[in-house]
């Protein structure tokens, strides 16, 4: 299967597109708190939101109130916390954290266990609580046994999902590939083919869903993947979006 051919107006119309934030349209940081976005791709999403229907949406596990400012002036489409938050057509629907007070209480815990380790750090996100070691890799071991322990404390309720020098915690209906589903049932992305571009061990749950819908999964980076295809960098994929904004050229191609 090819898309090379496509004209502008076809993928416009066919196409549901879905992004990764961390380590796909950024760079990955080694605090979560200093993530840069370039200045031009607010509006480079803005234009290709427009061409594909208003079909764009962004799917990370950061909280919508992170994201929100990231993109300024603009207002997307988005879910958040791995889809326990989402806007759809302006409609916002957040979680609430204190709907989940064994969760709060865990992350007191959690801070209180990572005091003394210098470069763990515990990122609250309000229904979900990632533990990072990106700064400190000698004490990945500690921090996979500390959130592993976390997580059978808190039942069947949460789930522990892995990714790049972090392992989260979240509640066990969260997940990418099942928000991504949610939307592919509402306007404007029902009836599209869904693109999802990711980077990390996160997002194999997106790639599988829209694998099973015939949709194009791309992967940022080096790593095993089940996606169907591959860009080197999030500057490769900048490059790629702006380009299919601006003159409607189809950037990604299966048979490569």
Known sequence: ?????????????????????????????????????????????????????????????????FLDPRFLPYRFDTAGLHGLEQRIAGQLHLCDPEEHPQLRRMIGRLSEAVADKQGVLIEDKGCSVAVHWRMAPQEKDFALAMAHAAVESLGGEYRLQHGKAVAEILPSAAGKGKVIERFMHEAPYKGRIPIFVGDDLTDEHGFKTVNARNGLSVRIGAGETIAKIRLGTPADLRHCLSSWASDGSFPFNVDD
Do not use: H, N
């Not at 107006?9 to 196409?15: C, I, L, Q, T, V």
């Not at 840069?36 to 962004?58: F, H, K, M, S, Y």
């Open 1 to 65: 299967m090819s898309d090379a051919s496509l004209q502008p107006e076809d993928a416009g119309s066919r196409y549901a597109l879905f992004l990764d934030f961390d380590g796909t349209l950024v760079d990955i940081v080694e605090r979560p708190d200093a993530v840069v976005v370039d200045q031009e791709l607010p509006a480079t999403l803005a234009r290709l939101q427009d061409r594909l229907g208003g079909a764009l949406a962004i799917v990370s596990g950061r909280p919508v109130s």
